[in-house]
């Protein structure tokens, strides 16, 4: 089952390769959409995938990269028919 959800990410996460290590995490989670940093100074990441995969996906972006720190992670789930190819960083 494919699963689409939609995280605000706060806390440190501008500046310190948040976007990047969402990426990379994403490319071995095996999980398709994107992440880009919002002007309120926190990260915004669309997450699609086995239910899995995507669960496996939130808990390592909740920890965050090694330089950065999350403060709040919310989540909301997408219903969606948009499905995605690759996972992209967005600017």
Do not use: C, W
Not at 26 to 44: F, I
Not at 48 to 63: D, F, I, M, T
Not at 69 to 88: A, C, G, K, P
Request: hydrophobic share 35%; net charge negative.
């Amino acid at each position: 089952m494919i699963r689409t959800v939609k995280v605000n990410i706060t806390g440190y996460v501008q500046g310190v390769g948040f976007r990047y290590f969402a990426l990379q995490e994403a490319r071995n989670s095996n999980v398709n959409g994107y992440v880009k940093n919002l002007y309120d100074g926190s990260v915004e990441v669309v997450a699609q995938g086995e239910e899995q995969e995507v669960a496996r996906y939130l808990s390592v972006l909740k920890e965050g990269p090694r330089f950065g720190h999350v403060d709040d992670f919310n989540t909301e789930e997408v219903i969606s028919d948009n499905l995605y190819q690759n996972f992209r960083v967005e600017y």
